[in-house]
């Protein structure tokens, strides 16, 4: 069994054995309804407990998809009906009490401690649905979604991200170093990612570039990636914050700085950081991104549960 918890921990092989099964699983359900299971049911009777502390509509219904197409079923809990948020009783307890009734378990968190602990009792997989640090199921999917509408490795692309440094953009760093793709962040000085991330970068030998001017950001770029600039449970002043962020709106104009052919994407939910015309402009691909979510996290399951040849 096989966490997956941050994309750092993760070899790059075993992310591109990932992205590789998805792409097969995906181009095999062409057919196939919504819920009609994948040839060879592999997690045939598996039941993956997933919790969330915070919102979701993304993540919670494709993994229901994506464990049911693999023949296995789910049960979706939110935090405050277990004893662990409301009546005191341990990560260590819980875990072990989710580890007897279930197969994998899917946690959607707003402590990345919660993440070490829940690791370090669980006899079964975990999978990190989103944490205050990270959101490596998103990125893992995006990475899927950008060779797929590039059709060429994310090596060969200048990716671009404009936005905040938030857990969506530290996992989209790690993944530029995993599989090697040129990164350029636009955003202001005082929201630029943590050190802690930036030597990450340095110590595995690799650059990102940092622009506070959100042209110099764009140029050239084939993907261009933004999210919110207020996450959720973001405890700041969202007036001011916004207010921060005013020049870094993805418009058309910004855009056409950018390669004549490239792709706007977005993880969702929005705010106001993108002008409606771009977001639903011909170079938008936001629904494809969100739907790949499933047949990612399919792959994502199957590397958990030890089936990934
Ligand atoms: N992108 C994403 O994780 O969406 P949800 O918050 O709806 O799950
Ligand atoms: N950065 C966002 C991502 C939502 C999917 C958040 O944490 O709210």
Redesign the pocket.
């Known amino acids: 069994m096989k966490h997956f918890t941050n994309l750092k921990d993760i070899p790059s092989k075993d992310l591109r054995k990932i992205i590789l099964d998805a792409k097969k699983r995906k181009n095999h359900r062409k057919k196939l309804n919504t819920l009609e299971v994948d040839k060879g049911a592999p997690l045939k009777g598996k039941m993956l407990i997933q919790m969330f502390e915070?919102?979701?509509?993304?993540?919670?219904i494709?993994f229901y998809l994506s464990i049911k197409q693999l023949g296995g079923g789910t049960l979706t809990l939110r935090s405050n009906e277990l004893h662990l948020g409301v009546g005191g009783e341990s990560i260590a307890d819980t875990a072990k009490i989710l580890s007897t009734y279930g197969d994998g378990f899917m946690l959607?968190t707003d402590s990345d401690k919660k993440i070490q602990n829940f690791k370090k009792y669980l006899t079964i997989p975990l999978i990190n649905?989103?944490s205050p640090s990270s959101?490596p199921?998103?990125v893992l999917s995006d990475i899927f979604t950008v060779e797929e509408i590039k059709k060429k490795p994310i090596s060969k692309m200048k990716i671009c991200w404009i936005g905040d440094s938030n857990n969506?953009l530290n996992s989209l760093i790690v993944a530029s170093v995993k599989f090697s793709f040129k990164l350029s962040i636009g955003c202001p000085k005082e929201f630029e990612p943590k050190n802690e991330i930036k030597n990450w970068v340095k110590q595995n030998n690799k650059n990102i570039s940092i622009y506070n001017d959100p042209k110099k950001a764009v140029l050239g770029a084939d993907v261009i990636f933004s999210d919110k600039v207020v996450s959720?449970n973001d405890k700041v002043n969202k007036k001011k914050k916004l207010e921060k962020f005013k020049n870094f709106k993805i418009s058309k104009k910004l855009i056409s700085y950018a390669k004549n052919n490239c792709i706007f994407l977005h993880?969702?939910?929005r705010g106001n950081e993108v002008y409606e015309d771009v977001f639903l402009s011909k170079n938008s691909y936001v629904w494809q991104q969100?739907s790949n979510?499933t047949h990612v996290q399919k792959s994502i399951l199957m590397y958990c549960f030890g089936k990934l040849r």
């Open positions: 915070k919102a979701s509509s993304r993540t919670r494709s959607r649905g989103l959101h199921t998103q969506v959720l993880c969702l939910p969100a979510r």
